[in-house]
């Protein structure tokens, strides 16, 4: 019987994986352990996309840099654009789409 290990991807996630994989095979991309993850807990397709364009979008925000890297103040620093940058790019779209509506 093949003995499997624990692998853990978040602090609430973790994947079995065979212990006969060593730490030099090939390691799975970040993308592919959050899929895989989120497919071990049963999370729908839909869930999944939107949970992998919230990843992509933190990690372009920081240029790129792995998660892995970052930590409370990154964290902090692409919440914190959410709420003022992008409410007020949505706040302009909608007064443009009103003011379109009204001239129609």
């Known amino acids: 019987m093949q ?3 624990s692998v853990t991807i978040s602090s ?13 095979d090939h390691k799975p991309k970040l993308m592919d352990r959050l899929r ?3 497919r071990s807990c049963h999370y729908s397709r839909r869930t999944e996309q939107t949970y992998s364009h919230w990843v ?24 914190t654009h959410l709420a003022v940058k992008e409410k007020d790019f949505m706040l302009i779209r909608i007064r443009r789409h009103d003011k379109k509506r009204k001239e129609t």
Request: hydrophobic share 35%.
């Open 36 to 38: 895989e993850a989120l």
């Open 12 to 24: 609430n996630v973790s994947i079995k994986r065979p212990s006969n994989t060593s730490e030099t």
């Open 3 to 5: 003995e499997s290990r």
């Open 56 to 79: 992509k979008r933190f990690i372009f925000f920081h240029k790129v840099r792995h998660p892995a890297e970052m930590a409370e103040p990154e964290i902090n620093a692409f919440l």
